[in-house]
């Protein structure tokens, strides 16, 4: 049976691989939802934005390009349970280079139209005081 048929059996009986991730990764699902929020902050979503969602999903995490729609389709449905401040709590628990790693993907987000609206830095900036991070922490190296 070749591989592409063998994959669509799998993921009709099994589910789509990329949202079974999520699914099953609670601080995965929290990153994903807040960088999908700062996606919406300014009321606008552009393309640019969307692209650097995108390629942080397929680069950061391994979601398969073709599994980023259904992604999104949980994440529309999971946002409605979790709140900003309940996906950010998940992340005070967890090392410093890995809460660094989410601000630093909120500010990719929020400068990819390159604008940055009022409210994507306030968003930002409530997210590194959760975090306890400060501005320095998005823009120096990792380690």
């Not at 890995?98 to 940055?116: E, F, G, P, Q, V």
């Not at 590194?128 to 400060?134: A, W």
């Amino acid at each position: 049976m070749p591989q592409g048929l063998l994959s669509r059996f799998r993921t009709m009986f099994e589910g789509d691989p990329g949202v079974r991730k999520v699914a099953d990764d609670p601080v995965l699902s929290a990153e994903l939802l807040l960088l999908f929020r700062m996606i919406l902050a300014d009321g606008v979503v552009s393309e640019s934005e969307l692209e650097t969602f995108r390629h942080i999903c397929r680069d950061a995490f391994g979601i398969g390009e073709d599994s980023i729609d259904g992604v999104v389709e949980f994440l529309n449905d999971f946002g409605y349970e979790t709140s900003g401040a309940q996906a950010l709590s998940l992340f005070q628990e967890l090392d410093l280079d890995r809460r660094k790693l989410l601000a630093r993907h909120l500010a990719d987000i929020a400068k990819a139209d390159s604008r940055l609206a009022e409210k994507e830095v306030r968003l930002l900036r409530r997210t590194l005081e959760v975090l306890g991070l400060s501005p320095v922490d998005v823009v120096r190296p990792l380690g």
